[in-house]
């Protein structure tokens, strides 16, 4: 765990700042920190206390930790269990992909429960300069009157009704976002989305040098789309998981935890992924995806991370999507915010859509089309029976599945990146 962060005086009252940013999850963090740091007053509201359990898979790719580390966060402490690459288990085979040699990324992930995970970036935010309260849960917008835009946010902290203002609100608060959802910014149907359920197990595989995952997931005949995970923790427990996508006819009507147990049940008893060496309940929740709430600004308000649906349809990694459009957003509110008049700073602000679209919106369409793909049983079957056995066909789809490719780099980074800039945006 982190040592708690000091306490940061306000210039102003308490209630008041530059920028409010509602939830204390990686998106919330990472904006609050980089607005902080281009000087800005910043309120991090929370409604939960830390530390405190998030379900997650708990899986850190390249991507993410090159975010962690351009924030100064020590990964090379204890408690962050390194990883070389992704053990991809299917067709009857097993296969371990190092991660790809990057200019752009380091060539390791990283596994820590967000038990402490989120507490570390909270603090990393307070170290910078954010001042955050926890225990207030943010209950509704406060427009103003003339322009409609959000000036404030009504909240309960610690069940007693409040208000906080400032020129400009973050909605960082999570999939299901009752900010957005106040502000008229409901979740598009046009979308996949996905469901995930992970528990804890006692185990001696908790020590593992590559996260893993299992492409086949059975529902008696029925070949599902969507993968299941084996993460070792490092701490004695393994988080093991599984993740489905809404594109098959079976999204429905599945009992989640009770598939998670049947296909835990066919493993090696030596693995120790039973009822009894459980170190917490089955828990589960959505992952939006592709954007699946929009527009990402409007009227004083911005969306980051799981609030805008910014998990990779892909591989369902939502941490490091997260993150960047943490640091996206606060890059164009520091340039906004010193802006002279309303209309240049609404202009500067209109720029972060555009933004978060140039940047993932053409790969998130490839996404759509590849989870979309997946759904269909027989062509999941045969992609995972003939794609699995071939080293360098996995070493590109480790690549694509996972967006890692340099800008300049090889051949298979510059057809991911031709693909992803030929698709369209949406
Ligand atoms: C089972 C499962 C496994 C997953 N595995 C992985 C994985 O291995 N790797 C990965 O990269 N991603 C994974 N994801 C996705 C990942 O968890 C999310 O993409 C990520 O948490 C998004 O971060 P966020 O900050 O946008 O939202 P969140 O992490 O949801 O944070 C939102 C924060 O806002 C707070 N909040 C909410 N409402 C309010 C309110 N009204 N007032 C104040 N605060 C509020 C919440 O308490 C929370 O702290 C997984 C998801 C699930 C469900």
Redesign the pocket.
Known sequence: MSEPAPAVQSPRGESEADVIV?????????TAFYLAQAGLDVLL????RFP?E????????PR?VKQLIAMGIDVDAPGWIKNRGLRVIGGGMKIELPWPELADYPEYGLVRT?YDF?EILANNAVRGGARMLQG????GPILDERSGHIVG?T?KRDGEPTTFRAKLVIA????????SISMGLNKRDDRPM?????TYYTSPRHEDDYLESWLELWDDERLLPGYG?V?GVGDGTS?V?L?LLNTSAAFQNIDYRDLLRRWTKNMPAEWGYVEENMTGPI??????MAFNRQPHYTRGLLL?????G???PFN???????ME??CLAAQIVAQALARRTPAQRERALLTYPRVVKDTYGGYYTLGRIFVKAIGNPELMKFATRHGVPHPTLMRFVLKLLANLTDRRGDASDRIINALSKMTPAA
Not at 304 to 308: L, N, S, T
């Open positions: 509602v939830g204390a999850g990686p998106a919330g963090s990472t509201l929370e409604k939960t405190r998030k379900v997650c898979g708990d899986g850190l790719t993410a967000r989120d207030v849960n943010v209950t946010v909240a960082a608060d999570g999939n299901s976002s009752r900010l996905g469901v995930a359920v992970r995970w993460f988080n998981g993740g828990r589960g929740a959505a992952l939006p980051v991370g799981d609030a805008g910014m998990i990779n369902g990694e939502g941490i490091a999507y997260a459009s943490g």
